[in-house]
């Protein structure tokens, strides 16, 4: 394990890893990694901290997760071995049972027959999961006993998801991963077709999120091109549902796995700006019936390979960077899709929806013509942009999946769509086919209006001049001068981590990712963004999440930990439940010792962020632990409560009145330029 797990396990920073390093003579000695990136064995680390008095017991879920960071041949691999036991543990309980009671070395010789039953019993032959022999299980029986015990208490498929998304979490640049919201919306206007879809494919899989976002399915095929990660969604898969699943590892590009299939539905999150996609060997392909792509249009034989593998009628959903909407090495393709009626929709996604989180990517929903059918002469285009709130964390999910859901429906059942200012509209194909065939959405809808017309913008006005007042009655009044520098009458400090340890408050790190879309079920997520922003918790979790979060109470104060911003929020009744998220922590003040909002105030103060803020690396990081406020007693620590509550107040209403501000002043101008309003 590394420093960094090490504090986990301990609830401290990095920091203090390191300073237990120099200052302890029999802190273990590091058993691999490197010279600034050490790994230490558990057994190890554990029995020093218990023995420091530093940990009680280690969580399972961590000692699980260690086993797999620390697997000698490598994460994968672990994760892999997990799953396989998992299975066995939920298809064949008994069978695990007479084996785990074995001594680990006669528990790695037995299992792999067992292993090989299930697997095949679950995924037939050929396939991509093969039971590990005798020796490779070896090193993964402390992973594999913790594992079953894990299951025990959550269920198989989530104690795999928990050590999945771990991996993940930890490994951000390794996946292009496809996160829950995107991939919900995808699998949802897949099933919309004229049938729920029975067989789905993803010819990309990475993880196998697309697929298992995919409701109802009875089949489900996956490829992935990368040998090491081919295992995992085949696993994850058959520990999510009943589906039958037929996972291959190979490029689907090149050596397609599944030639015959005629599938209801495909889901796909290709690669992007691919070059060496098979340009050469593949120029004859039948795939390419809509045209042969170029070099540089990597994702259009995607999109003709996902046509190519639906039975006529069936529905591709395919997620694309938005140049390959407007392209002109593109064009010819773009158009025969037009023209034949395959392409039946181009949606622009908000910036941050899906890596790479710069660009609004786009969905592609193509739907295979069936022979004898007429094309059809529309085309749906729409542009949630509008939703975008601050990154991927802020999205207004709901919103997103509403507004692209709605259109989507009432287009597929219409053949036509009148249009939707700013969101949507269905434009004759005609129209498009010219010179670019460009179909970049927010370039032929109708201006939104949004804010716009002499009635809405009354509205706004009246709003903001109401809101004027109530800021002008919460300025605060002017200031008593205090104590003058270098006087020495100021109290004496105590820093957030003396206040922990001596257990006036308790220090909580967020751990929850926020999940996408209507799926998630698990409640609410603050945000970074969120209190960046001074608005209500807008994430929501998923319905597995990988580790369980910290839940706010009222009185909780909440300090983003990256930035070297100023911002520290007071968790209220509204807020209270929401999941904290990652970026985050909060600060749980004993009321019979510590003031939340006199807490609040001082961890505020420009001097107490900057000299408790680390500077070292490009982002400035703030060590909560570090921030320091004075000794104060409780009947003074209410009185400049009192004084900081109405600052937040004050403060708060002066961001409505900016926003509100900013809606009547580009109200305005789109008023003026789009002709809804006169000079």
């Known amino acids: 394990m590394t420093a960094a797990g090490i504090a986990r396990l301990a609830g401290v920073g990095r920091a203090a890893v390191s300073n237990w390093r120099r200052r302890h003579a029999d802190f273990p000695r590091p058993v691999g990694g490197t010279e600034t990136s050490p790994s230490f064995a558990l057994a190890d680390v554990e029995a020093w901290l218990r023995a420091q008095g530093k940990l009680a017991e280690v969580p399972l879920r961590e000692r699980v997760w260690q086993h797999v960071a620390a697997h000698p041949a490598g994460a994968m691999t672990a994760l892999v071995h997990a799953g396989c036991a998992l299975l066995l543990v939920r298809e064949r309980p008994g069978r695990w049972r007479d084996l785990a009671a074995m001594p680990d070395a006669q528990l790695a010789e037995g299992l792999p027959a067992a292993l ?17 022999d005798p020796g490779a299980l070896l090193p993964s029986v402390p992973l594999l006993r913790g594992a079953a015990e894990l299951a025990a208490e959550d269920g198989s498929g989530p104690a795999f998801e928990f050590l999945l998304g771990r991996h993940l979490d930890a490994n951000p640049r390794q996946y292009t991963l496809t996160p829950p919201g995107p991939a919900a919306l995808m699998a949802a206007l897949a099933a919309t077709g004229d049938s729920p879809p029975g067989t789905v494919l993803d010819p990309a899989s990475g993880t196998g999120t697309l697929l298992r976002a995919a409701p109802g399915a009875t089949a489900l095929d996956a490829q992935e091109a990368e040998p090491d990660l081919a295992a995992a969604p085949a696993l994850r898969l058959a520990l999510h549902g009943a589906a039958d699943v037929h996972a291959q590892a190979g490029d689907a590009l090149r050596a397609d796995a599944f030639p015959q299939l005629t599938a209801d539905a495909v889901l796909c999150h290709p690669p992007f700006n691919e070059r060496n996609w098979g340009h050469d060997e593949l120029a004859y392909d039948p795939r390419w019936e809509y045209g ?43 158009a025969d899709l037009l023209r034949r009626g395959a392409l039946r929709a181009v949606v622009a996604l908000p910036a941050g929806a899906a890596p790479p989180y710069h660009l609004a990517l786009h969905l592609w929903v193509l739907r295979k013509p069936a022979p004898g059918t007429t094309a059809a002469p529309e085309l749906l285009l729409a542009d949630t942009a509008g939703h975008a709130a601050g990154g991927r964390a802020g999205l207004d999910w709901q ?18 769509l009148p249009p939707r200012p700013g969101t949507a509209r269905s434009v004759p194909v005609i129209d498009l086919l010219d010179d670019d065939v460009d179909l970049a959405p927010a370039r032929h809808l109708p201006p939104d209006g949004e804010g716009g017309g002499a009635a809405a913008l009354d509205a706004v006005r009246d709003r903001l001049t109401a809101q004027l007042r109530r800021t ?34 308790h220090l909580h790190a967020g751990t929850a990712v926020a999940a996408t879309g209507p799926a998630a079920g698990g409640g609410r997520v603050l945000t970074e963004q969120d209190v960046l922003a001074g608005r209500d918790p807008s994430g929501s979790l998923p319905d597995a999440p990988a580790e369980e979060p910290v839940r706010l109470r009222a009185g909780d104060v909440v300090v983003p930990v990256l930035g070297g911003g100023t911002v520290v929020r007071v968790v209220g009744d509204a807020t209270a439940g929401a999941a904290l998220g990652r970026g985050l922590h909060a600060l749980r003040p004993d009321p019979a010792a510590l003031d939340p909002w006199f807490l609040a105030g001082f961890l505020r103060g420009s001097a107490n962020q900057r000299q408790a803020s680390s500077y070292a690396s490009t982002a400035t990081r703030l060590d909560v632990r570090r921030l320091q406020l004075p000794r104060l007693p409780l009947a003074e620590q209410r009185r400049y409560g009192e004084r900081f509550h109405a600052l937040a107040e004050f403060e708060q209403a002066l961001r409505l009145a900016g926003r509100l501000g900013e809606q009547l002043v580009q109200g305005m101008y789109d008023g003026l330029t789009d002709g809804t309003l006169r000079a």
């Open 116 to 132: 090989d039953d299930v697997l095949t019993e679950r995924f037939g032959a050929p396939r991509s999961v093969t039971a590990p």
């Open 292 to 334: 042969f792509p170029a070099r540089t249009e990597s994702e259009l034989a995607w999109v003709q390979h996902a046509l190519a593998r639906l039975r006529p009628g069936g529905t591709a959903v395919l997620m694309m960077p938005p140049a390959a909407a407007s392209r002109r090495s593109g064009r010819r393709i773009r």
């Open 472 to 505: 002008g009655a919460l300025t605060p009044p002017p200031a008593d001068p205090g104590t003058s520098p270098g006087t020495g009458a100021r109290p004496p400090g105590v820093t957030v981590g003396e206040l922990a340890r001596a257990g006036a408050l």
């Open 399 to 416: 919103a997103v999946h509403g507004t692209v859901l709605d259109a989507w429906t009432a287009f597929d059942r219409d053949g036509t």
